[in-house]
């Protein structure tokens, strides 16, 4: 699966939109962006995953850009809860939609969030 | 409620004693997973299933073994062999077609004194 890079910390201040970036210059045409979050001493959540289109859901948005080389996670307006740890894997889904069980995590970003 | 269910939470035990860590799950999930997590690291595999009475090494396997004798329970056994299993340990379950996300357990924290 192809790395991924993120900065290792961000800040945002409560009710702004929280722009987290991912690079992953060396995904291949089957591999997905997903993101995940996770809350100190929590198992990770799911939050969103995508292929090539840009994606929406209860929780954020995520912008893939047109090379896919990278990728921009938005909470539309963070709160204090949203304070967590934030990973991009990338994961491949072979023929037939078969996922294959190496979902690598990285260090992940650092968000917090300021009141 | 459907979910995954680890236990317990918090796990003491001295060194070199084995100690098995519970994974339940009633996702109806066909794969399930273990993952490691040391003090400001990120995930590490440690074993992984597709399907029951099948497993798959993940990246850090040694000193640890797994059985996947039901869909729903996918216990891991942390052996004196492990050097260092002090750590934070994460079960994870997906469906294993199709680009679905993780559904991850509340983790089970083991501390070897």
């Known amino acids: 699966d192809a790395k991924t890079t993120q900065p290792p910390s961000m800040d945002c201040a409560e009710g702004r939109a929280a722009n987290l970036p991912c690079n992953h210059s060396t995904i291949s045409g089957n591999e997905y962006v997903y993101w995940y979050r996770q809350i100190h001493s929590q198992g990770p959540q799911y939050i969103i995953h995508?292929?090539?289109n840009n994606e929406t859901n209860e929780m954020a948005s995520l912008i893939i850009t047109e090379d896919r080389k990278s990728s921009t996670l938005i909470l539309p307006h963070a709160t204090l809860r949203d304070t967590a740890v934030y990973y991009c894997i990338v994961r491949v889904v072979g023929a037939g939609g078969t996922s294959y069980g190496k979902l690598t995590f990285g260090q992940g970003t650092i968000l917090t969030v300021h009141p | 409620d459907g979910g995954i269910t680890q236990s317990p939470k918090y796990l003491f035990r001295k060194e070199g004693q084995n100690v098995t860590l519970s994974c339940e799950q009633n996702l109806n999930h066909d794969a399930m997973y273990w993952y490691r997590q040391d003090p400001g690291q990120g995930l590490r595999l440690i074993y992984y299933s597709q399907i029951v009475n099948d497993f798959q090494k993940g990246d850090i396997a040694e000193g640890y073994s797994v059985s996947r004798e039901k869909k729903e329970s996918f216990p891991l056994t942390v052996t004196s062999a492990q050097k260092n299993p002090t750590a934070f340990y994460l079960c994870?379950?997906?469906?294993?077609?199709?680009?679905?996300?993780?559904?991850f357990g509340s983790g089970t924290r083991l501390t070897v004194v």
């Open positions: 995508g292929l090539k």
């Open positions: 994870a379950s997906s469906i294993r077609t199709g680009p679905y996300g993780y559904t």
